[in-house]
Each structure stands twice: as structure tokens, then as C-alpha cells.
């Protein structure tokens, strides 16, 4: 009886190479799997399954995980406001490790002797679904075909053209990744320290002309209206606003950052509502949070982007950070408001109950009801008073 091996599946020039050599030449029974993250239609998900059956897979299985995408990691870049760099919001690395999470899980399901994935060595998606399969099923053996045959792109063309494959074999000009919490753009000005993608290569094109208003609502957090529409899950409402500020080309820029390989790359995206619904998020929190709130949220939630950026999802401290996360979160509701405009967007202002800004504590640089001008005084004198002692210390041992 042949081995079982899972493959992530994409439909692109890897993944169909990586069925037809696992199958014929190695001998497997190749069971396909695509994850949906946010990045594909109906009909782009029944073409990808065609295409697998026709190069010959056992069973091709697609889960969508749009919602479990957001519920096991978006949710939490959010509540961190984490930007990679303070630039990229993740869009690509997240997405990869709740593909992972899914793969290793249908592993299980058909207790499969291997699992197969298409990366290659040169980049952070080798190491994040390794690391994962290594963890969750362990023993399981992880084959990588593009990567251990240090294939080039032609070697793959021929061999699939010699095999009877016949599907698009020309390169784009622009590597693409889409998904819900933003999309990649690499090209030839992403290869080299200089360099900005031109208006033509983003997906997403400018259509709209002129100034748009918006009102985000976030309860505990999350976002679950914009304007008068609500939904019934974050993600739909992430999906809706991006059809809004998408249109204006918000939230384009290019990331230059340290892979886990240890070497630097530089990558395009665009991230239109989760730029939006970042910097509204945070700027609803600056108005309802302590201060120490807010210093110790940006410092975990650094480390939990940079820690999750690497792959490493599976580390405990991560549910621990997330917990912190999700208390942080009690008093984050809200309405946010966001001005809209051709490659720009401004946060207009807030408005909540939990607003810390209230008047009736006083109004900042104008008037206090809370305290006198005596006790400033006092208070100045007392908050300052160590390093006051600190300083007549040091001055005397100066005169000596």
C-alpha cells in the first residue's frame, strides 16, 4: 500500500510540480489541501480543485478559515496594534501559520506517514511550516521538494511539460499574496535597496477621487460595524471596509525587514482596512487606557509580533501575551472616525463612555477640577524628590 502524504496546495507552479513528483516518481497516494485565508473565490477554489484532480491527487480538501484566521491570530494583532517595523501589519507571515495549523491538522485526520509543502530555501515559509509540522506531528516525515532538489523555475516548466501537464507557465511580472489581513506585492523594485512599485503593479487600482467620512465601531476591541452596517463576525467587517478604502489606495507601502534566515528583503502591500482599523484601534485605546496600560501593551505586543512573524505561534508565552491582550481590551469600545481621501486617511476623533479625556476632570492646559495649584506644588517637589537628592550628592562629592 503506497504512503499518504498531505500537500498544501496552491495550484501554482510549486505545488502542481511537487504532486506530479510525489505521486510518479516517489510513489505516494498525495492527498491535497487548500487553505483559505481570505485570499480566493468561490471559483478561483473549484478551478484550484479541478486542476489537482486532473494532475492526479487522491482527495483535494479546501477549509475555509477566514473566520478561524482571525479568531486564533488577527484578533490579537489588533488588540497589539502590531506593525512589523511599525510599516507591515503581518499580512503574509500570519497567514501562513494558520495555513500550517490546518495542514498538520488533516494530517492527523488521515494519519499520514509524511506532509509536503512547496517553499523554497530562500525564504521565512520553509521554516514557519516546518516548525509547526515538527511540533504538532512530530515523527511525521516533511518532505520539500523545490527546496531539497534546488529546482529553478525552468527545471520545474520541463518537467511538468514532459510529464503532459498543460497549464500557464508564464511568470508574472508581480508576485501576488492575497488575504484578508492584506495582500504582497513583490517585483523587480522590491529585489534591490531602491525602489517603488509602480501605480500598475498594485492589485487593488485608485477609483475614487475626492474625501470619504467613516465610522468604525469597536466593542471590547474588535470591530463589528462600519458606519450603519454591522456584522455578525470581525472578518466581515474587515472585508467590507477594504472594499471602502481600498478604492483610495490607503495603506500601500513597502516593508523592508530581517527574515528568520537572517538576511534582509524588502516586500510591497497593500493593507487598506487593516491599516485603517490599526491606527483606529489604537487611537480609541490612547483615549480609554492608562498610561501603563498602554506602555506595557506596545512592549508585549512587540515582542508577540516579532516572536510571531518567526513562526513561533506554538510558544506558551504567546497564550500568555494574548491573555494580557484580550483583558487590555474590556474598556476598547467605541466609534472611531476616519477621513478618507486619495492615499491618505486621518483619524478625525473618537467618540466613548470610556473616555479618560472627559471634561468634567478638567480640560488639559486650560482648567482642572480635580487638584489646586498647591497641591502641583507639593506634588513636584515629592515626584522629583530622589533624584534631587541624587543631584546634592554628587555635587558635594564634586567640591571634595
Known amino acids: 500500500m503506497a504512503k499518504k502524504v498531505v500537500l498544501g496546495f496552491s495550484g501554482g507552479l510549486d505545488t502542481t510540480f511537487c504532486v506530479k513528483y510525489l505521486g510518479e516518481d516517489q510513489g505516494y497516494e498525495v492527498h491535497s489541501i487548500i487553505v483559505n485565508t481570505g485570499g480566493f473565490s468561490d471559483e478561483e477554489l473549484k478551478k ?53 495549523l490546518h495542514i498538520a491538522e488533516h494530517v492527523k485526520k488521515l494519519n499520514a506517514d509524511a506532509v509536503a509543502h512547496g517553499s523554497t530555501g530562500a525564504g521565512n515559509d520553509q521554516v514557519r511550516f516546518d516548525m509547526v509540522f515538527h511540533i504538532l506531528i512530530p515523527g511525521v516525515e516533511i518532505i520539500t521538494p523545490i527546496r531539497d532538489l534546488k529546482l529553478s523555475r525552468e527545471a520545474e516548466i520541463e518537467y ?3 510529464k503532459g501537464v498543460n497549464m ?42 475626492g474625501s470619504e467620512e467613516v465610522t468604525l465601531r469597536f466593542e471590547k476591541g474588535e470591530l463589528k460595524k462600519v458606519n450603519d452596517k454591522e456584522f455578525a463576525h470581525p472578518s466581515e467587517a474587515i472585508q467590507y471596509l477594504q472594499t471602502i478604502a481600498g478604492a483610495y ?91 478618507l481621501q486619495p ?41 522629583g524628590n530622589q533624584t534631587s537628592i541624587w543631584n546634592s550628592v554628587t555635587e558635594e562629592n564634586k567640591k571634595k
Do not use: C
Not at 483535494?60 to 489588533?78: C, M, S
Not at 508564464?170 to 509602480?198: D, H, Q, R
Open 48 to 100: 484550484i480543485e479541478e486542476h489537482a484532480y486532473k494532475l492526479g491527487v487522491k482527495t483535494h480538501t479546501t477549509v475555509n478559515a477566514i473566520e478561524g484566521y482571525y479568531d486564533r491570530i488577527i484578533k490579537y494583532l489588533i488588540y497589539g496594534n502590531v506593525l512589523k517595523n511599525n510599516t507591515y501589519p503581518l499580512s503574509v507571515s500570519a497567514e501562513r501559520l494558520s495555513q500550517a
Open 160 to 162: 511538468l511539460k514532459g
Open 168 to 209: 500557464n507557465f508564464a511568470k508574472a511580472v508581480y508576485s501576488i499574496n492575497k488575504g484578508l489581513w492584506g495582500t504582497s506585492v513583490g517585483g523587480k523594485e522590491t529585489l534591490s535597496s531602491k525602489g517603488m512599485l509602480p501605480e500598475e503593479a498594485w492589485p487593488t487600482q485608485v477609483t475614487k477621487t
Open 249 to 339: 489606495g490607503v495603506g500601500r507601502d513597502i516593508h523592508v525587514g530581517d527574515t528568520i534566515i537572517g538576511i534582509k528583503g524588502r516586500v510591497g502591500f497593500e493593507a487598506a482596512a487593516p491599516m485603517v482599523i490599526l491606527k483606529a484601534h489604537h487611537a480609541l485605546e490612547k483615549h480609554v487606557l492608562t498610561k501603563w496600560q498602554l506602555n506595557w501593551k506596545d512592549q508585549l505586543a512587540q515582542f508577540y509580533g516579532n516572536w510571531l512573524h518567526e513562526g513561533q505561534i506554538m510558544d506558551p508565552v504567546m497564550r500568555d501575551i494574548e491573555a494580557y491582550l484580550e483583558s487590555s481590551q474590556a474598556h476598547v469600545t467605541g466609534d472611531v472616525f476616519v477621513h
Open 343 to 383: 492615499y491618505r486617511f486621518q483619524i478625525i476623533g473618537i467618540e466613548s463612555t470610556y473616555d479618560l479625556m472627559s471634561s468634567k476632570f478638567g480640560k488639559y492646559g486650560e482648567m482642572n477640577t480635580g487638584f489646586t495649584g498647591e497641591d502641583v506644588r507639593g506634588f513636584s517637589k515629592i515626584f
